[in-house]
Structures are given as structure tokens and as C-alpha cells.
């Protein structure tokens, strides 16, 4: 297995399409235009035909003349099998102990429930979960450690709302790029003695007030709470809106 994971990089990574890694600092090699990366699933597809021929057809050099799966087949030393369910629990980090309540468990500012917390409320209990796997989280009893169930997250979005929240981050992510882009591009003149730095490079003052306003806009959007003050209720049809009594 080492010597695959050494491996992989050299002999399979960097032949495939849109490798970027750079051979030595400083290089950077240079990529066609119109290069097709590949999907998940291909390169799924290839990394599994990859590591079936570094294992059965592959003979690397200090094997002398065998493959991998045949020097471990004829390894003598035992084996142990260890089930899927135990073996499971060692991927799993712990979070610390909550309170069970009618709402569930609290966890990272969100709540989890579960079928098995009926009737539990006020249960000390101690939280495990998969990293990056965060739909759900594994319930221990703090005292006993007695593995009690899952808790999946409470009101999970919608794969429509999931992919419109990934949507809206690209775009930011793709603004702040550029923002941090020509944030970085500061040039400054020469100097030949002691001096404080003089940037270089002049705005308009049409420039200066655009790029203020976007600043300004962005920094009251994020200050906006939409729902302190909820909506009135629409007139019904032919009321003016200051009807003068009689």
C-alpha cells in the first residue's frame, strides 16, 4: 500500500489532464487551452484500473519478478479480520457530551434527532461523528458508554435549495478572487536611498467613488435583517390608504 500511495502521483496522476503540479519552484508548465478535464466518475473509472494493474500485472524492481498481490499472498503472517461495524467507529471523532432535549441534540449550532429519543429528554449524552460527514452524528450514553443511534440533521435543505446555496458561493468566491487579485497588484518606484515606499498607480476619482459604493452596498447587505420587521398585510382592493372619516 505504500508503495502504491508513492506511486500514484508519478506514474498515474501526472499523465492525466489538468495536472498542475509544478516539477521544481519557479516552472510552471504551461496547459492547452482547450484540454477536457475529466468527471468524477472517469477518473473514478481509471484510478481503479490503475491500482488493479499495480497489483496484479505491476513487478516493481525490489520485488524481483513478482507482483504485489502475490508477494501478499504468500506472506505467512496472520491475518485478522476485523468487522465492517467496529472498524467503522475508529473513523469517528468525538464532540463532547450534550443534553438530550425535546428537541434533540444540539451540535455545532444545529439540532439532530433521532426515532430512539422518545421519552430520553434530560439524557446525559456523548456525541461521535464522521469528519466532513456532518448529516449525521452517533449518540453514546455519557455514563455507560451504551451506543443508543443515529441523529440525522433536523430540517435538511432541499437538494434544489443545496445547490443554489453552492451557486451563490461560487459567485462570491469568484468576486473575491478578483477583489483579492487587484488588491494584490501594488507596484511601487524605485528607490536608491531610505525612504518610505511610493505606490504607483493612479485611480479617477469616477473610479474611486465606483469601487467605494460597491464597498458600501456589500457591507449593508450583509448588516440587513430582512425578518425584524415582517411585511403589513396588503389593503384590500378600492381602501385608500388614508381614509379621511366622514
Known amino acids: ?6 506511486a500514484v502521483e508519478s506514474m498515474f496522476l501526472a499523465a492525466l489532464p489538468g495536472y498542475a503540479r509544478q516539477p521544481r519552484p519557479g516552472k510552471r508548465p504551461s496547459r492547452p487551452k482547450d484540454e477536457v478535464l475529466l468527471g468524477f466518475e472517469d477518473f473514478t473509472a481509471r484510478l481503479l484500473d490503475w491500482t488493479r494493474w499495480w497489483n496484479t500485472e505491476h513487478c516493481p524492481a525490489p520485488l524481483r519478478g513478482r507482483t504485489p498481490l502475490e508477494v501478499w499472498q504468500d506472506d505467512p503472517t496472520p491475518l485478522r479480520d476485523v468487522p465492517a461495524a467496529d472498524l467503522w467507529t475508529f473513523t469517528l471523532e468525538d464532540a463532547g457530551t450534550r443534553t438530550l432535549t425535546t428537541r434533540g441534540i444540539r451540535f455545532r449550532k444545529r439540532d439532530y434527532v433521532g426515532p430512539w429519543m422518545t421519552g430520553q429528554a434530560g439524557t446525559q449524552v456523548r456525541i461521535r461523528f464522521m469528519p466532513h460527514h456532518d448529516h449525521r452524528i452517533e449518540v453514546y450514553h455519557a455514563a455507560t458508554g451504551r451506543y443508543l443511534g443515529p441523529a440525522d440533521l433536523a430540517d435538511q435543505a432541499t437538494e434544489e435549495q443545496v445547490s443554489a446555496v453552492r451557486r451563490a458561493r461560487a459567485a462570491r468566491s469568484r468576486r473575491l478572487k478578483k477583489d483579492l487579485e487587484a488588491a494584490q497588484r501594488e507596484r511601487y518606484a524605485a528607490a536608491t536611498q531610505a525612504e518610505p515606499p511610493r505606490r ?10 465606483t469601487e467605494l ?5 456589500t457591507s449593508l447587505s450583509q448588516l440587513a435583517l430582512p425578518d425584524v420587521i415582517p411585511p403589513a398585510a396588503p389593503r384590500p382592493t378600492g381602501v385608500p390608504r388614508h381614509p379621511w372619516p366622514r
Do not use: I, S, V
Open 1 to 6: 500500500m505504500e508503495g502504491l500511495n508513492r
Open 213 to 217: 459604493a460597491r464597498n458600501a452596498d
Open 200 to 209: 504607483l498607480g493612479a485611480l479617477t476619482g469616477a473610479q474611486a467613488d
